[in-house]
C-alpha cells in the first residue's frame, strides 16, 4: 500500500514529467521497438531538466516499466487526471508535495496511521470529517487548533495533536 501511495503521490506531483524518458527508450535496440517514442515536447522537457532530476525520473521509469500493466495503466490514468487539473490545482498538490518531503520519517508515519484510521471511518463519519476539515480552513489559528483537537478526540479516541492531522 505504501508502495502505491508514493508511486501515485510522485505521479500526482508532477514528478514524472516526461514518459518514456529518451535514455530508457533508448537502452536497448529490444525496448526501443517495444516503448513508444517520445514526442518532441517530452524530449524537450527531458533535456531541460538537471542531471539530478534525470536520474531520479529514469529510476522512476524503470520502476514503472517493472510493474503489471493493470498498474501501469491506473497510473497513467491518474496521470491524465492530474494534467487536466486547473494549474492552481496542479501547483497547490506539487507544494503538498514538497512539504511533504520536507517532513521528517516520523511525522510521516504519524499521517499515514492518521490517514489509515481515516478510512476505517464508516462513510458518513469521513464526509463529516470533510465538511468539518473544509469550515474549518478559514477560522482563526487558535479556534482550528480548539477544533482539531475537538474532531481528535471525536473520531479516533486521540488527544489533540496525536493523530498529525491537518497541522501546516
Not at 499521517?111 to 458518513?124: G, K, V
Not at 469550515?135 to 487548533?145: A, S, Y
Amino acid at each position: 500500500m505504501i508502495r502505491r501511495l508514493f508511486l501515485a503521490v510522485c505521479l500526482v506531483a508532477g514528478l514524472w514529467v516526461a514518459v518514456p524518458s529518451p535514455a530508457a527508450v533508448s537502452s536497448s535496440e529490444e525496448q526501443a521497438s517495444s516503448a513508444s517514442r517520445p514526442s518532441g515536447e517530452a524530449l524537450k522537457q527531458w533535456q531541460q531538466l538537471s542531471p539530478a532530476e534525470r536520474e531520479r525520473l529514469q529510476g522512476l521509469y524503470r520502476r514503472f516499466r517493472e510493474m503489471p500493466e493493470d498498474q501501469q495503466n491506473l497510473l497513467r490514468q491518474r496521470l491524465e487526471q492530474f494534467r487536466q487539473l486547473p494549474p492552481e490545482e496542479q501547483t497547490r498538490l506539487q507544494e503538498n508535495f514538497k512539504r511533504w518531503q520536507g517532513l521528517p520519517p516520523e511525522k510521516k508515519e504519524q499521517l499515514r496511521q492518521t490517514y489509515r484510521r481515516f478510512r476505517e471511518l464508516p462513510p458518513e463519519q469521513r464526509q463529516q470529517m470533510r465538511e468539518e476539515m473544509h469550515q474549518m480552513q478559514n477560522l482563526p489559528t487558535m479556534e482550528r487548533q480548539q477544533m482539531r483537537q475537538q474532531m481528535n478526540q471525536r473520531y479516533f479516541g486521540a488527544p489533540g495533536g496525536s493523530s498529525g492531522m491537518g497541522h501546516r
